[in-house]
């Protein structure tokens, strides 16, 4: 399944709460939010890394950071009610899901459901602390770990080196960076960091680095200080020419097209 980064959703550094009835305009994509997908009525089509899904009312699905997946249900075919949880919000939920495959994504327990609808109801009050919404938060995703089946991925030992390698990444992206490079850094082979890496966020090494360069150089533009190419630059493109290419992949349009429709 091609899938695309999408954007928009990356721009957005908060947990935030959405609602739909149609998710059949929803092309292929992935992001770094855990999204949380709780059906309340009729159902939908899920696809997640290449498996296809049914969804029904009184379920919900979880989508790691970075799982590529695409919903289908046409207007007023399905009432569903979606959270995005920023990774850093949840710190401890990654780490309990670091180096794990997720094979079963999908809670379908009635009791464990309801835990969840009362937390969202509460997460909607927009008189919640920070505090009071991390913990509703917490809630949620600890109610989501007892359901869900985790398989390790990798060896003992190295359940947290696709972790090192997001940080490394995230910290010296505005570098030249590689694969070998990384690996060197590390201290593993660059086959191996690249199965590690692919495993745990079902993203390539090159492409995650593309976008994380890409989310930087959209925060540049947007403050009208620079130029297209110093913003490219500084988010560590090595070319202009490169960053349209990686633009136009990733979005499905050319920079000048996308922020028309802002």
Request: charge should be negative; include cysteine.
């Amino acid at each position: 399944m091609k899938s695309f980064l999408h954007i928009r959703r990356e721009q957005i550094r908060r947990f935030h709460i959405e609602h739909y009835t149609a998710l059949n305009n929803i092309n292929p994509h992935f992001h770094s939010h855990i999204e949380i997908v709780l059906i309340n009525g009729g159902k939908t089509r899920l696809w997640i890394n290449d498996t296809e899904q049914i969804l029904n009312a009184g379920e919900l699905v979880m989508l790691p950071s970075y799982a590529p997946h695409q919903f289908q249900a046409p207007q007023d075919t399905v009432d569903c009610t979606v959270l995005f949880i920023p990774p850093f919000l949840c710190s401890d939920f990654m780490e309990a899901i670091a180096g794990k495959n997720i094979s079963a994504p999908i809670v379908c327990d009635a009791e464990s459901i309801k835990t969840v609808q009362g937390a969202v109801a509460r997460l909607e009050n927009k008189d919640l602390n920070a505090i009071e919404q991390t913990g509703y938060i917490h809630v949620i995703l600890g109610t989501v770990l007892r359901y869900i089946p985790l398989e390790n991925n990798a060896p003992q030992g190295d359940i947290d080196l696709a972790t090192k390698i997001f940080l490394y990444i995230n910290e010296h992206f505005k570098e030249k960076l590689s694969t070998e490079h990384i690996a060197r850094e590390l201290g593993y082979s660059p086959r191996y960091v690249a199965e590690r890496f692919r495993t745990d966020f079902h993203i390539g090494i090159s492409r995650y680095i593309n976008t994380v360069r890409l989310k930087n150089a959209l925060s540049l533009i947007r403050e009208n200080k620079y130029t297209v190419t110093e913003c490219a630059m500084e988010s560590g493109f090595s070319s202009l020419r490169t960053f349209y290419r990686v633009f136009t992949e990733e979005c499905g349009c050319s920079p000048k097209e996308y922020f028309k429709t802002e």
